[in-house]
């Protein structure tokens, strides 16, 4: 049932995210008057499509359907969408057209600056999606903001890299970070070579092993909320309603264990499920020893305390600029990760993934929260990947658009295909490396 959720999440998503994007090169055609043949979720490879308004049926319970202009579809393929649009050299490399006297209806004889617009129109569309529903998700739910003050808890990899549980990041070079929540990405998206920490009273400078960035791309969860075990509350049905235990209290150690931070906490608890275990517990400047029971899931049924985790809420007037600003700031990381793609001594290529890691990103249970914080950064990515001046792509339609409109010399047809050619491989390279990548972490 799970994996069922997440498809149909990841089918949802795409189904939007693609007739939005479609819709804007649509929108833009129809303005100008360029005749749009065809407009499709997903691919009808093949000629197979599994709905057309051009289907007998269709055109026998509406009739008018027969003169529409354009033919409405959905295909079998979900790896994309398309707006076939008249007289423009595309995937679907119909060079018959182009055999033809060209047409005023045609994309090939519009201005440069409307071809421009018709093929920014998708990358626009994203963008504006993405803004609408970060506004939605700021007024409806707020943000959750951590503080880059809070004590770190390190994996493996942290501990390999210098930096210990309890330090407190200060710096990346010259960087000053501010969200806690980004710090991991934030060192690998600038490279950082030196991170200054605050350890105890001591100001350190942490010179960072280069070689090691990939391990820090792929390996996430490296700078955990060090969370002090301080006793918010004690559940109902926890079997320690009746232990003694005080809001305040601060849970020092376990079976003699020092568990300074929750994390410790649960290791210990994890390996004696259903145990009773002798607990030290600090109230003021008192400390107290206390029997303790661990359920069979490895708890104690205490709800903690959650230090510095701050929800800032937004009127609708507020989350407008808000969400604004959280739009340019996520197109900005996520260039640098692309950046960072590129470099390949990062080896942040083996973090690129197909429509199997976009499915394991969906929770496991509906949450509008979650699919709609999701939903705008996928339209982020579909944009920006977009706007890459790579020919098949809407960016390397507009670099020509472009140097047609600075040169006033307009590139030949077979230019157009051979690039059109090019491009088409390099997304098929692209899209083996995602398959193959997703493929690999599935095996190990």
């Not at 033919?71 to 398309?82: S, V």
């Amino acid at each position: 049932m799970t994996v069922l959720l997440k498809i149909l999440q990841v089918i949802l998503a795409l189904s939007i995210l693609i007739i939005i994007h479609e819709a804007g090169h649509f929108m833009w055609a129809k303005l100008f008057r360029i005749r749009v043949d065809k407009f499709f979720l997903f691919f009808d490879v093949g000629g197979v499509k599994l709905f057309s308004t051009k289907a007998s049926w269709f055109v026998k319970l509406f009739p008018a359907a027969e003169k529409w202009e354009t033919e409405y579809g959905i295909g079998w393929l979900p790896l994309g969408g398309y707006c076939k649009i008249a007289g423009m050299v595309d995937e679907s490399m119909d060079t018959e057209s182009l055999k033809q006297p060209p047409q005023p209806w045609e994309f090939r004889t519009k201005p440069a600056w409307q071809r421009l617009f018709v093929m920014a129109g998708g990358v626009l569309n994203n963008f504006i999606l993405a803004i609408g529903l970060y506004i939605v998700i700021l007024a409806i739910w707020g943000s959750t903001y951590v503080s880059r003050d809070n004590p770190i808890y390190v994996n493996e990899l942290g501990y390999e890299l210098g930096f210990r549980t309890g330090d407190r990041i200060l710096r990346f070079d010259d960087y000053e970070p501010e969200d806690f929540l980004s710090l991991q990405a934030d060192m690998a998206r600038r490279q950082a070579r030196k991170a200054t920490v605050l350890r105890g009273t001591d100001t350190l400078d942490i010179y960072i092993d280069q070689s090691l960035l990939g391990a820090v791309v792929n390996t996430p969860g490296m700078f955990d909320l060090a969370i002090p075990f301080v006793v918010d509350s004690v559940m109902t049905t926890s079997p320690n309603a009746g232990a003694g235990l005080l809001r305040g209290d601060r849970i020092a150690s376990i079976a003699d264990i020092s568990t300074p931070y929750l994390q410790d906490a649960q290791k210990v608890m994890r390996v004696h499920p259903g145990e009773a275990l002798p607990v030290q517990v600090v109230r003021n400047a008192d400390t107290l020893s206390l029997p303790l029971q661990v359920d069979s899931l490895g708890r104690l049924g205490i709800f903690f305390r959650n230090p510095s985790v701050e929800l800032r809420d937004y009127t609708l007037l507020q989350a407008i600029p808000a969400g604004w600003e959280l739009t340019w700031s996520t197109v900005g990381g996520y260039l640098q990760d692309l950046r960072l793609v590129a470099t390949p001594r990062t080896e942040a290529y083996k973090s690129v993934g197909s429509f199997i890691a976009i499915g394991q990103v969906f929770p496991s249970a509906w949450d509008w929260y979650q699919f709609l914080q999701i939903l705008a950064l996928l339209s982020i990515m579909l944009g920006v990947m977009n706007l890459l001046p790579i020919p098949a792509l809407d960016g390397g339609h507009i670099v020509i658009c472009l140097y047609e409109m600075v040169t006033r010399r307009k590139p030949s047809d077979r230019f157009l295909l051979v690039t059109q050619v090019i491009g088409m491989i390099l997304l098929l390279a692209l899209m083996v490396l995602a398959f193959g990548n997703d493929i690999a972490r599935l095996i190990r």
